[in-house]
Nanobody, 115 residues
Framework: VQLQASGGGLVQAGGSLRLSCATS????????VGWHRQAPGKQREQVAV???????SYAASVKGRFTISRDNAKNTVYLQMDSLKPEDTGVYYC??????????WGQGTQVTVSS
């Protein structure tokens, strides 16, 4: 399984970006799909995840501003990021967890929010 993330970039505070993660496997078969991020000097943290039942979960720091969704027909997972803040800056990674529990990671995409 391969994951290809895209959509990062430079944006001013208050702006929006949409990240995409195209998977080589069917998103329907994954136990979970989601996004993590790693800010400079900090540990990687989970940002948003969709469990197989379709229930999204968000980190407290992004709740109400970020929306995770998936298009099963396109095998793609999205992360719509609105009202961006400088502290949202980091490298964003998409991931998927198979039914066996194995995890798959995409390459990161840089998001930079200027103040």
């Amino acid at each position: 399984v391969q994951l290809q993330a895209s959509g990062g970039g430079l944006v001013q505070a208050g702006g929006s970006l949409r990240l995409s993660c195209a998977t080589s496997g069917s998103t329907i078969t994954f136990r979970a799909v989601g996004w993590h991020r790693q800010a400079p000097g900090k540990q990687r943290e989970q940002v948003a995840v969709i469990i197989r039942g379709g229930i999204p979960s968000y980190a407290a720091s992004v709740k109400g501003r970020f929306t995770i969704s998936r298009d099963n027909a396109k095998n793609t997972v999205y992360l719509q990021m609105d009202s961006l803040k400088p502290e949202d800056t980091g490298v964003y990674y998409c991931y998927a967890k198979g039914m066996s529990g194995r995890e798959y990671w995409g390459q990161g995409t840089q998001v930079t929010v200027s103040s």
